[in-house]
T-cell receptor, first 115, second 111 residues
Framework: NAGVTQTPKFQVLKTGQSMTLQCAQD?????MYWYRQDPGMGLRLIYYSASEGTTDKGEVPNGYNVSRLNKREFSLRLESAAPSQTSVYFC??????????????FGPGTRLTVL | GQQVMQIPQYQHVQEGEDFTTYCNSSTTLSNIQWYKQRPGGHPVFLIQLVKSGEVKKQKRLTFQFGEAKKNSSLHITATQTTDVGTYFC???????????FGTGTRLTVIP
């Protein structure tokens, strides 16, 4: 039981390059999330998927796209990377009913630098 | 939009001293969660509070949810070096589908 896995762990991009961050969970959770973490800013939600086949924008969606490939996998794509997207990216998942509020399980993170 | 603020942003304590972090929301929360993130690590869930005025304890950690469900606190008694990290509160707004995370309090424990 690996929990939430993310690849890659580290990435350096040049401005304008594209890349996809991968996330998978093996806990049969319905909901999955992508956050970015910047110093002093806490965790900010980029996109989330309440269930397979649905995605919704979070607080900071500009410059990103997501795909909920199946129940296990939720990917985040940067089409044209910018230095402002330098950050640590966390994927998370949670189960049960959203309105009841339920704990989120986080992956180890991807440390992305855009030059 | 919904905002969740935490104070202080940083706290340095001598080992054995107590520590408290406070979380305040601009709107009423349906529940609140607390997470701990060790340096270089990822956030890990600690606890969830749901009821107005609720108090929960985990060993040396005491969590409280305000009567108006707009604020919360985490108190650590007699800190240890293992308590080092950043503590985040996170809340679901009423009817909201996602968590709003606070800005976090970074705790340093001096041995």
């Amino acid at each position: 039981n690996a929990g939430v896995t993310q690849t890659p762990k580290f990435q350096v991009l040049k401005t304008g390059q594209s890349m996809t961050l991968q996330c998978a969970q093996d806990m049969n959770h319905n909901s999955m999330y992508w956050y970015r973490q910047d110093p002093g800013m806490g965790l900010r939600l980029i996109y989330y998927s309440a269930s397979e086949g649905t995605t919704d924008k979070g607080e900071v969606p500009n410059g990103y796209n997501v795909s909920r490939l199946n129940k296990r996998e939720f990917s985040l794509r940067l089409e044209s990377a910018a230095p402002s997207q330098t950050s640590v990216y966390f994927c998370a998942s949670s189960g049960r009913d959203l309105l009841l509020g339920n704990e989120q399980f986080f992956g180890p993170g991807t440390r992305l630098t855009v030059l | 939009g919904q905002q969740v603020m935490q104070i202080p942003q940083y706290q340095h304590v001598q080992e054995g001293e107590d520590f408290t972090t406070y979380c305040n929301s601009s709107t009423t929360l349906s529940n609140i969660q607390w997470y701990k993130q060790r340096p270089g690590g990822h956030p890990v869930f600690l606890i969830q509070l749901v009821k107005s005025g609720e108090v929960k304890k985990q060993k040396r950690l005491t969590f409280q949810f305000g009567e108006a469900k707009k604020n919360s606190s985490l108190h650590i008694t007699a800190t240890q070096t293992t308590d080092v990290g950043t503590y985040f509160c996170a809340g679901y707004g009423t009817g909201a589908n996602n968590l709003f995370f606070g800005t976090g309090t970074r705790l340093t424990v001096i041995p």
